[in-house]
């Protein structure tokens, strides 16, 4: 599968403990995205790299997130102390950036969190 | 007023029916604009995506963006119960990031 991946799928959690995901792009791409989706609402920016660099960030994006892409190739983002608010579907995008034409976005299938 | 209005629906439409979803929005900057699906409980897949004003056609899919009206469309043909999904358009300034703005979505509901 050449796509993008995430993982985990699902992730339940209790309020105040910290939870990690894992996004692995689609090899060539150079850009990588995480969004925020809340049920009934579109996916909402978080932040962004290019390579290993994080270009941007949302005000969306708390003290308690926090993102890497260590050596330009998978993507981690980290919530601590995890909050009922925080409950989201999380996705991951890679595109190949830098040119309005060739930023088309392909997500991965999402990891939904749970935060009880 | 968010910067790109969808409306969630549901829509509701027999099979064989002509599908139009709409956009409207705000920024003038804008100038790419594409159309995302999403089935239940995953990832926005691709479906089309347009530069500035005009039709763009694929197979039973037709995009079509009004610049002057702000107001962006996607027309399916002979809908089919496989295309029930939500569909998302995102639109997209040149310079800089690029990061699309997301519509709300509209739920498609297509009943044999």
């Known amino acids: 599968d050449t796509g993008v991946s995430q993982d985990p799928r699902h992730k339940i959690t209790k309020r105040g403990q910290n939870v990690t995901f894992r996004c692995d792009p689609i090899s060539e791409h150079n850009r990588l995205y995480w969004y925020r989706q809340t049920l009934g609402q579109g996916p909402e920016f978080l932040t962004y790299f290019q390579n290993e660099a994080q270009l941007e960030k949302s005000r969306l994006l708390s003290d308690r997130f926090s993102a890497e892409r260590p050596k330009g190739s998978f993507s981690t983002l980290e919530i601590q102390r995890t909050e009922q608010g925080d409950s989201a579907m999380y996705l991951c995008?890679?595109?190949?950036?830098?040119?309005?034409?060739?930023?088309?976005?392909?997500f991965g299938a999402g990891t939904r969190l749970s935060v009880l | 007023q968010k910067e790109v209005e969808q409306d969630p629906g549901p829509l509701s439409v027999p099979e064989g029916a002509i599908v139009s979803l709409n956009c409207t929005y705000s920024n003038s900057a804008f100038q790419y604009f594409m159309w995302y699906r999403q089935y239940s409980r995953k990832g926005p897949e691709l479906l089309m995506y347009t530069y500035s004003s005009g039709n763009k056609e694929d197979g039973r899919f037709t995009a079509q963006v009004d610049k002057s009206s702000k107001y962006i469309s996607l027309f399916i043909r002979d809908s089919q119960p496989s295309d029930s999904a939500t569909y998302l358009c995102a639109m997209s300034s040149s310079g800089g990031s690029y990061i699309p703005t997301f519509g709300r979505g509209t739920s498609l509901i297509v009943h044999p």
């Open positions: 995008a890679s595109s190949f950036g830098q040119s309005l034409a060739k930023n088309i976005q392909y």
